[in-house]
């Protein structure tokens, strides 16, 4: 696979941190961004619709793009349809789930937060994800709807306070709760992680799985030249309506990534 691009895909700008990442490891690789702006919010939709809607979405992709790696840089649509995924297409995939397991090994007072979309937190993948890796801890688990929302259409226009205004019903929660490590089970909070900081404190590990994640992709391509053929400009594509185009060409230039439209 060494020329095909590593595609990273999410429902709109949340996977952006994680590809970032994939990026500083793999400078040479080619990678595309996929936000499927037209099926966000993934997090508020059953489990077979959006199933059906991934596999769509990556159909689409194999056809235009000819990957050599996906990365499912969303926890609602890795939680939901990782595994149909690797059922359904002869390429390698990479998830991204909650890091449960990191947090349980850490914790010191067993006292886990969980903050993630409603499907992740509802769906009985995330159970057992909790009873195999943190079963003698007590995990508290929050939607954090509004943030999903906040972070992909306002965050590149708020102000500081606003954020922190934004973050603070769910750090109440996880302050009530006493936790000691803060999960981040949706890849769109990764950009709130310093506003979680300021509202938590610094007794409060805040821990996310970029670092796994990346980990996986080299370990998946190790016996590939790490340096591709030809390094093209790393381009960032959208599905859905145009009239929302102006927010994604800010965050792609803010990823340094060239403005490919339309998928
Ligand atoms: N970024 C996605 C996640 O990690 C979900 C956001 C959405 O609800 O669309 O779960």
Not at 9 to 36: C, H, R, T, W
Not at 72 to 96: E, M, Q, W, Y
């Amino acid at each position: 696979m060494s020329d095909n691009p590593i595609v990273f895909i999410d429902s709109g700008v949340g996977g952006l941190p994680y590809l970032k990442m994939a990026k500083q490891s793999l400078p040479e690789k080619n990678f595309v961004y996929v936000a499927d702006n037209k099926n966000f919010p993934y997090g508020e939709k059953h489990s077979l619709e959006l199933k059906k809607i991934i596999i769509k979405l990556i159909q689409n992709i194999v056809e235009k793009i000819d990957p050599g790696l996906i990365v499912i840089a969303c926890n609602t649509a890795s939680v939901v349809a990782l595994s149909t995924l690797r059922d359904k297409f002869g390429i390698p995939f990479v998830g991204v789930v909650p890091a449960i397991k990191p947090a349980g090994e850490y914790s010191g007072n067993g006292n886990i937060g969980l903050l993630a979309t409603r499907k992740t937190v509802e769906d009985p993948y995330t159970d057992k994800l909790i009873k195999n890796f943190a079963s003698g801890c007590n995990v508290k688990k929050y939607a954090g709807i509004d943030l999903v929302e906040f972070v992909e259409k306002k965050y590149l226009t708020s102000s500081e306070e606003e954020i922190l205004k934004v973050v603070s019903d769910a750090s109440g929660f996880f302050l009530d709760n006493r936790i000691d490590s803060l999960v981040l089970g949706c890849t769109h909070f990764v950009y709130l992680v310093d506003y979680f900081k300021q509202t938590l404190g610094s007794s409060v590990d805040i821990i996310d799985s970029r670092e796994g994640v990346v980990n996986q992709i080299i370990r998946l391509i190790k016996n590939d030249k790490l340096l591709s053929a030809t390094k093209n400009k790393d381009v960032f594509y959208m599905t859905g309506s145009q009239a929302e185009k102006s927010n994604y060409i800010k965050f792609a230039e803010e990823f340094n990534l060239l403005w490919g439209g339309n998928l």
